[in-house]
């Protein structure tokens, strides 16, 4: 390895995925004269390459796409800029907007005026959730399964559990069985699905997925490889529960249970990160750090790449206007969830522009009110966990608003869908 190089630009984006590639493009549109965008991947686009089915860019670009073709627009796009790319490199250290970056042949310092954390999300692991039972081959994440399948051409298993009921396990209980796998069964600790109803529908019920909700995988019996998965009904304590098992033949066991916000970099810096795992962020999408700011899923995780790219590129838009001396701080308003409210992003609002306000209920409710603060109220038949929900208040409305914000959900329980 040859010596460290240093070097100083207006605005470095970590990550390449949907949020680092609109994040470069915005920032670099919106006046920042030099720009680098680091991705520790061969390749950029994070996970929607490997993402081969329909239902991206509605939002962003007024047409439904692929995994592959919303990042290649956006990769097109990026190529009309000077942004400096830089792939296979690692950034290991973040010191305020001091970015120590490692690449296979050199260690690159970058003095940056702004930062702009893009590092997205990652899936729970086996280790993350401490599956009981044996360590054999054959247990995957969902993720991982897909970029078998869809990039590398290999079929994991051909009899397979899936725990937990997020999206990309569904999607995958489809693609599974369109290439001739046995999906056994869908098993999901909560009493209902976790994943958007679309997918529930298209991946589960279309293909007569057997799914078990209240339950849980409680061993994994198997020397070498898999060889059965035992389930188990759960309590309120979310506990298994004796004499409750359900043993099935399997090779493979699929886990999609949660993603969890890339944050090491965040955290090494001193953001300040909520319960969630992602930085707390302003309406400007500025994290506690003066000059770091973040976007997409490494503040929290959307249900869609449109809205990554989006909130990316409005925390590139204002990185911008902070190097320039004029981000539009006015005042400093606490937002916070309240009654059925699990998270809600913006955590704090300093300006009086539009704010688009964030959130996720805890539990699912039919004839729904949503409440933000004393600012506006909105109403919907249903509201669910899986499906995040987003409410824009114009700058009007906000303007001169000063008491903090708390965000409620009333409605009637509906679990049953």
Not at 80 to 94: C, F, G, R, S
Not at 235 to 264: C, R, W
Not at 371 to 377: D, P, Q
Request: aromatic share 6%; glycine share 10%; proline share 5%.
């Amino acid at each position: 390895m040859s010596g460290i190089i240093e070097r100083s630009v207006d605005v470095a984006v970590i990550g390449g995925g949907p949020g680092g590639l609109g994040a470069a493009i915005k920032a670099r549109e919106a006046g920042a004269k030099n720009v680098v965008l680091l991705e520790r991947s061969e390749e950029l686009g994070g996970m929607l390459p490997q993402c081969i089915h329909n239902g991206f860019g509605l939002h962003y670009f007024k047409e439904e796409l692929s995994g592959p073709a919303y990042i290649h627009r956006l990769v097109k796009e990026l190529a009309k800029t000077d942004v400096d790319v830089m792939t296979q490199t690692m950034a290991i250290k973040l010191e305020g907007t001091r970015i120590t970056a490692l690449t296979e042949k050199t260690l690159t310092r970058i003095n940056a005026k702004a930062v702009i954390l893009g590092m997205g999300c990652r899936e729970r692991s086996r280790g993350n959730i401490r599956i009981p039972g044996h360590r054999p081959a054959g247990v995957f994440t969902a993720g991982t399964a897909q970029r078998l399948i869809n990039v590398e051409g290999y079929i994991p298993g051909k009899k397979v559990v899936i725990l937990g009921s997020g999206d990309i396990g569904m999607i995958m209980a489809r693609r599974l069985t369109l290439e001739g796998a046995e999906v056994v069964c869908l098993v999901e600790l909560l009493p209902f699905i976790g994943g958007l109803i679309r997918n529930e529908v298209q991946c589960l019920r279309d293909f007569n997925i057997p799914v078990y909700t209240s339950h849980t995988v409680s061993d994994v019996i198997g020397k070498n490889r898999v060889e059965k998965v035992v389930i188990s009904q759960i309590d309120k304590e979310l506990k298994p529960i004796p004499g409750t098992e359900k043993e099935f033949e399997a090779d493979t066991l699929l886990l999609s249970v949660g993603l969890i916000p890339e944050n090491e970099l965040s955290t090494m810096t001193g953001v300040k990160l909520e319960p969630t795992g992602g930085p707390q962020v302003d309406d400007l999408w500025q994290t506690s750090v003066s000059g770091i700011f973040a976007g997409g899923n490494v503040v929290h995780v959307h249900d869609l790449a449109d809205y990554v790219t989006e909130s990316s590129e409005m925390a590139a838009v204002n990185a911008v206007k902070y190097i320039n001396g004029y981000l539009p701080v006015e005042r400093k308003v606490n937002v916070k969830g309240g009654k059925n409210i699990r998270y809600v992003v913006p955590n704090t609002i300093v300006s009086n522009q539009p704010v688009s306000f964030f959130m996720r209920v805890t539990w699912p409710l039919k004839n729904a009110t949503v409440r933000i603060g004393g600012l506006v109220s909105k109403k919907y038949a249903f509201v669910r966990p899986s499906e995040q929900i987003r409410i824009d208040v114009p700058a009007e409305m906000m303007k001169g608003f000063r008491e903090d914000i708390i965000v409620n959900c009333d409605g009637e329980e509906d679990v049953a869908r």
